[in-house]
Nanobody
């Protein structure tokens, strides 16, 4: 299994920015698998945000993230990032990352998440 931990969440005002990090701990073959970012607001289901494939050959974004969020990775640091700009109150959620080990978008080994709160 892959152990992932998110960081970088916080409280920002609408229009602000945050950069989330998703780091694999310990000895890991991080560069060999994709990473997805998801979010879940209170009372709602988990929602896809963005993903990045092995070697960063492809990136994917949900409609709500397109044009505002950017996913990237630094395999030498065992870390994937989610840069979030022009944040809106509806972006408020617990943001989690997970590994796509097989490259099939079947995400596993979820991190505990980092809270993002956007005020008006």
């Amino acid at each position: 299994q892959v152990q992932l931990v998110e960081s970088g969440g916080g409280l920002v005002q609408a229009g602000g920015s945050l950069r989330l990090s998703c780091t694999a701990s310990g000895r890991t073959n991080f560069r060999s698998y994709g990473i997805g970012w998801f979010r879940q607001a209170p009372g709602k289901g988990r929602q896809f945000v963005a993903s990045i494939t092995y070697k960063s050959t492809n990136t994917y974004y949900a409609a709500h993230a397109q044009g505002r969020f950017t996913i990237s990775r630094d395999d030498d640091k065992n870390t994937a990032y989610l840069q979030m700009n022009d944040l809106r109150p509806e972006d408020t959620a617990l943001y989690s990352c997970a590994a796509d080990i097989l490259g099939t978008a079947e995400y596993r080994d979820w991190g505990p998440g980092t809270q993002v709160t956007v005020s008006l």
